[in-house]
């Protein structure tokens, strides 16, 4: 049975599992909100770290950067010319302040030494309309996203920022590939359970995921979404929300983001 439970930036939902029975039905699909937010939202109701166990992490989709196609920067570098040129001139929208894409830009933003505007809007169907109409030149969302504007030349992706080319853009470059090594912020997804599940329930929950993940049928609707999936154990996952939470704080802190 899936519930969606939609609500202060999935601290609903999250709440919901923190106080679930530990028996291994009630689990989430958690994003970068659970580390996000952590961050975000102070103080917090929940210790998210200690109040769930991390199960098994599932996949990534990249956020992409997309630009108005009249816009005179049709390449990663040369959109750093131009913020470089008119500091905190060139805007970009994104689904929301505190938004995975929101805050991935900020973070390219920040390797890159320049300074965007940020416009946000409530959700990436509206964002994606501006700037297809030209009222800013610049939009950040995931990656499915912007797809069919980009296959009509309504808009054009720059860059993806995962690690490696998106299967649904194999011709746009990666943020690393235009001259920022390492440089990833992509959205990537989870299973958490309540912290006080039995080691052996989360132990079988981990083996099935995994092999779920192998399937050629997973693979596959991981690629027609831009993304791609990522095996491993219940402790990477659990160190990748540690570290991204890290990280988020780091740049809200600096950058001085609020949740909307």
């Known amino acids: 049975v899936i519930e969606n439970k939609p609500g202060a930036g999935t601290n609903i939902a999250v709440k919901s599992v923190i106080t679930a029975e530990p028996d291994g039905y009630t689990l989430m699909m958690a994003a970068n909100a659970l580390a996000a937010n952590m961050a975000l939202y ?23 950067i997309a630009a108005n196609p009249n816009v005179p920067f049709a390449t990663v570098a040369k959109l750093i010319e131009a913020a470089k040129a008119k500091p905190n001139q060139i805007a970009y929208a994104s689904p929301g302040n505190g938004s995975t894409p929101h805050m991935a ?10 300074d965007l505007q940020h416009i946000p809007y409530k959700g990436g169907s509206p964002a994606i309309t501006d700037a297809i109409g030209g009222q800013l030149p610049l939009v950040a969302v995931n990656a499915l996203e912007v797809l069919p504007h980009a296959k ?18 194999p011709d746009v470059p ?18 958490v359970a309540p912290a006080a599940t039995p080691k052996p329930v989360v132990q079988k929950l981990h083996a099935e995921i995994q092999k779920a993940l192998q399937t050629k049928e997973v693979k596959e609707r991981m690629n027609a979404v831009g993304g791609e999936v990522i095996p491993g154990s219940s402790e990477m996952f659990a160190n990748l929300i540690r570290s991204e939470r890290q990280r988020y704080e780091k740049l809200v802190r600096e950058a001085n983001i609020k949740p909307d």
């Open 42 to 64: 102070q103080p917090m109701p929940f210790d998210a770290e200690k109040e769930l166990t991390a199960v098994s992490l599932v996949g990534r989709v990249p956020v992409v």
């Open 105 to 114: 830009i900020e973070f390219f933003a920040k390797a890159a030494g320049i």
């Open 152 to 169: 009509s030349g309504k808009l054009k992706v720059l860059a993806v920022l995962s690690p490696t080319r998106s299967a649904i853009y």
């Open 174 to 191: 990666t943020i690393a590939e235009s001259g920022f090594p390492g440089f990833e912020a992509s959205v990537w997804y989870g299973v």
